[in-house]
């Protein structure tokens, strides 16, 4: 009992470090949170759990392994991913609110809850690298002589799905507080510029990965 408890114990901790460490995924939160609202945000992080719970899915299925070995299969996932990102940092570019003056203040349109779900997931579920990390940190720390209980690891798995929902949610609630939000406002053209660069440089560097 004990040991199992290390098991998703550690799972839960490792992931929350990696959530948490620069990607895709804190430049999607941050951009949706600050050029939309809070809502938008904290679906987006619903998007975020969504592609989690997928990526936890085929590890525990062992599908992982096949994705990682193949080239054809890996690279087809790493070029799609690569382009939804440079199509969203180009959006976000050359949008009409990039243009904007220091100090007026703008609302941008919303988008819909279904529209920003879908954004989290596609750029969690298209991100190669989470391939790899997930792989990573089940083979790391589960000792395949010994495997626990794969209710165990449907267990860990919610747990990060959890984990990064809550994580990404946060980000979204404090990047809406009424001081971040007002200093966002001032200067959101230069926001969306810098946001969107973001975006293109990251899809630039997951197309010419090697690995």
């Given at each position: 009992?004990?040991?199992?408890?290390?098991?998703i114990g550690?799972?839960?901790?490792?992931?929350?470090?990696?959530?948490?460490?620069?990607?895709?995924?804190?430049?999607?939160?941050?951009?949706?949170?600050?050029?939309?609202s809070?809502?938008?945000?904290?679906?987006?992080?619903?998007?975020?759990?969504?592609?989690?719970?997928?990526?936890?899915?085929?590890?525990?299925?062992?599908?992982?392994?096949?994705?990682?070995?193949?080239?054809?299969?890996?690279?087809?996932?790493?070029?799609?991913?690569?382009?939804?990102?440079?199509y969203?940092?180009?959006?976000?570019?050359?949008?009409?609110?990039?243009?904007?003056?220091?100090?007026?203040?703008?609302?941008?349109?919303?988008?819909?809850?279904?529209?920003?779900?879908?954004?989290g997931?596609?750029?969690?579920?298209?991100?190669?690298?989470?391939?790899?990390?997930?792989?990573g940190?089940?083979?790391?720390?589960?000792?395949?002589?010994?495997?626990?209980?794969?209710?165990?690891?449907?267990?860990?798995?919610?747990?990060?799905?959890?984990?990064?929902?809550?994580?990404?949610?946060?980000?979204?609630?404090?990047?809406n507080?009424?001081h971040?939000?007002?200093?966002?406002?001032?200067?959101?053209?230069?926001?969306?510029?810098?946001?969107?660069?973001?975006?293109?440089?990251?899809?630039?560097?997951?197309?010419?990965?090697?690995?």
């Open positions: 009992m004990l040991e199992n408890l290390v098991i550690t799972i839960a901790f490792v992931h929350l470090l990696g959530a948490m460490s620069p990607g895709p995924d804190l430049a999607m939160s941050v951009r949706n949170s600050l050029t939309y809070r809502r938008t945000g904290i679906f987006t992080a619903v998007g975020f759990g969504l592609g989690v719970a997928v990526h936890v899915a085929y590890c525990i299925a062992g599908i992982a392994v096949v994705i990682a070995r193949s080239i054809l299969v890996f690279s087809t996932i790493k070029y799609l991913g690569a382009a939804y990102l440079l969203v940092g180009i959006r976000s570019v050359v949008s009409r609110q990039a243009g904007m003056e220091t100090g007026t203040v703008t609302k941008r349109e919303d988008v819909s809850p279904l529209t920003a779900v879908r954004m997931f596609l750029t969690n579920i298209l991100n190669p690298k989470a391939t790899l990390f997930f792989l940190l089940f083979t790391v720390v589960i000792s395949p002589t010994a495997p626990p209980p794969r209710s165990i690891l449907v267990i860990a798995g919610l747990v990060m799905v959890v984990d990064t929902v809550l994580w990404f949610s946060f980000v979204a609630v404090f990047l507080e009424r971040v939000r007002s200093f966002f406002e001032r200067f959101q053209g230069y926001f969306n510029r810098a946001f969107g660069g973001l975006l293109i440089l990251l899809s630039i560097k997951i197309a010419f990965s090697r690995d």
